[in-house]
């Protein structure tokens, strides 16, 4: 039996289209981002694994209903998406295979319900990012965006009843995470009209939108990427020290991540002004010597 099925198994999930659901959900995580879902698949237990997947398959859906597409669609699409969801939410049925996984992980983990309802409700904030005038709206955006996306996977992570440590150290993460990504993803955002970088650091540094836009590699945007690189990786070692991420009982898969992450931006640091051309991606090799490493340290076989 393969490993999934026997995930499947071990989480209770037994008729046939449920688990079809979930199977469909896995496959989507896995071609999306195949280091994270290696990283799930080695460092959960079992039982949790298809609710991990559900989770992320919701988070990227979400992410892929407010990014494709003009606003007006955007706009629309998400409506539509949020209505069936709530409906789902409320009544415990549902014609989608994504939302019916969800239904059945909001089952098995409650705590995950109020978490969709939070992220339902500030959501939209991504549709009117398109830039940011300052760090302390960018900040703004961590809180009603980011965040709360990734709680959803997060709540399955941490502990049942969060005294608010757990949940800082995840802000933690993802702000370095976000403004990691932000960087990484210039010259694709920049072809969409967006930039992830405030205008007032942008100033800061004499850079301007052209200047991006144009991929001129120069001194002010050598400096500019130095800083927003050293900046998300302070704040992913922040989280990397703190213990209610990494000494709860899922630890090994967060430090994993964070340490991915930080291969990752040193893989941008050293690319520096290029990044106005194209995205780095972390090591295969470091990233795997990471994966293996945590997987002993957390005492799986």
């Not at 969800?102 to 089952?107: I, P």
């Not at 549709?127 to 709540?155: H, I, K, N, R, W």
């Not at 540094?205 to 590699?217: G, I, M, Q, Y």
Request: net charge negative; hydrophobic share 45%.
């Amino acid at each position: 039996m393969s490993v999934w099925n026997q995930s499947l198994d071990a989480a209770g999930i037994r008729e046939p289209l449920l688990r079809q659901d979930y199977g469909v959900q896995r496959e989507l995580v896995a071609r999306f981002r195949r280091a994270s879902y290696l990283a799930i698949r080695l460092l959960l237990p079992k039982a949790l694994l298809p609710h991990v997947v559900a989770a992320t398959a919701v988070m990227h859906h979400g992410d892929n209903v407010l990014d494709t597409g003009p606003k007006s669609q955007r706009v629309t699409a998400w409506a539509s998406w949020e209505r069936e969801v709530r409906k789902a939410l409320d009544s415990g049925v549902s014609d989608d295979p994504l939302v019916r996984t969800l239904l059945s992980t909001t089952a098995a983990y409650p705590r995950l319900r109020t978490v969709v309802e939070e992220y339902l409700s500030t959501a939209t904030t991504e549709l009117e990012s398109s830039a940011f005038a300052t760090e302390a709206d960018y900040q703004a955006y961590v809180d009603d965006y980011s965040l709360p996306a990734f709680m959803l996977v997060g709540c399955l992570l941490g502990p049942e009843h969060d005294d608010g440590d757990f949940r800082a150290g995840c802000r933690l993460f993802i702000d370095g995470s976000q403004r990691l990504d932000f960087v990484n993803d210039l010259a694709e955002d920049l072809t969409e009209g967006r930039i992830g970088i405030p205008a007032d650091t942008l100033e800061r540094f004499s850079v301007t939108a052209e200047d991006l836009a144009t991929a001129r590699e120069s001194p002010g945007v050598r400096r500019l990427m130095e800083d927003q690189i050293t900046k998300a990786r302070a704040s992913l070692l922040a989280a990397k020290d703190s213990p209610a991420l990494t000494a709860n009982r899922h630890g090994a898969l967060l430090e994993a991540v964070i340490k991915i992450e930080l291969l990752t931006a040193d893989a941008a640091l050293a690319r520096g002004a290029r990044l106005v051309r194209g995205p780095v991606s972390p090591p295969v090799m470091g990233s795997l010597r990471v994966l293996v490493g945590a997987r002993r340290r957390a005492g799986w076989p």
